[in-house]
């Protein structure tokens, strides 16, 4: 077994950080017990290992993850921004505004032709209507917006693909 080196803030995975990561990716509800079954340990050391992952930021936290499609009315769509201005503190005003709207569910800086790109989820179209002229419009600094919206998702998952060392 690999002895973790810490470098930097972090600290190196060995292969059984990523069987327990992995299986709590499929299941955050799983007891100690069956984590442990899973990944061929005791759970003493599960639970250490546990306790390391979340110290340093690793697991960041539990959740809940739900069925889009159990709700009837949602809409999502993919924002591409672009800014007038690319000051520091124009850009901290700008994020402070984008990531204090609920329905903002991600948010990244992005390279190419538009400086930010935000997934919008909304209750249909008039929300989506009301967001973007209500919120956004009123958001100084943009130069530019191009929305997309979502008309069937394929794929969504939340998963980081990690693979033993």
């Known amino acids: 077994m690999k002895k973790e080196q810490p470098s930097q803030g972090s600290f190196a995975l060995d ?6 990561l992995n299986a709590l990716q499929d299941d955050a509800r799983i007891s ?14 599960v639970h250490e290992r ?8 690793i697991i960041d936290r539990y959740a809940a993850i739900l069925n889009q499609e159990k709700f009837e009315q949602i809409v ?4 591409n921004i672009v800014l007038k201005e690319h000051s520091s ?13 609920p329905e903002v569910v ?8 538009h400086d930010f ?26 130069a530019k917006l191009q929305s997309t919206i979502v008309l069937d ?3 969504r998952d939340i998963r980081i693909p990690i693979t033993n060392p």
Do not use: W
Not at 119 to 134: A, N
């Open 15 to 20: 292969s059984n950080d990523c069987k327990i």
């Open 32 to 45: 100690i017990r069956e984590l442990a079954s899973r990944v061929n340990m005791s759970p003493t050391p």
């Open 50 to 57: 546990l306790k390391r992952l979340e110290a340093n930021g």
């Open 76 to 79: 999502v769509f993919f924002v």
């Open 89 to 101: 503190v124009n850009g901290r005003k700008f994020i402070k505004a984008i990531t204090s709207f």
């Open 106 to 113: 991600e948010f990244y800086t992005v390279g190419g032709e």
């Open 117 to 142: 790109m935000i997934k919008v989820i909304v209750h249909d179209m008039k929300s989506y209507r009301s967001f973007f002229v209500d919120k956004l419009g009123e958001v100084s600094n943009i």
């Open 153 to 155: 998702t394929i794929k």
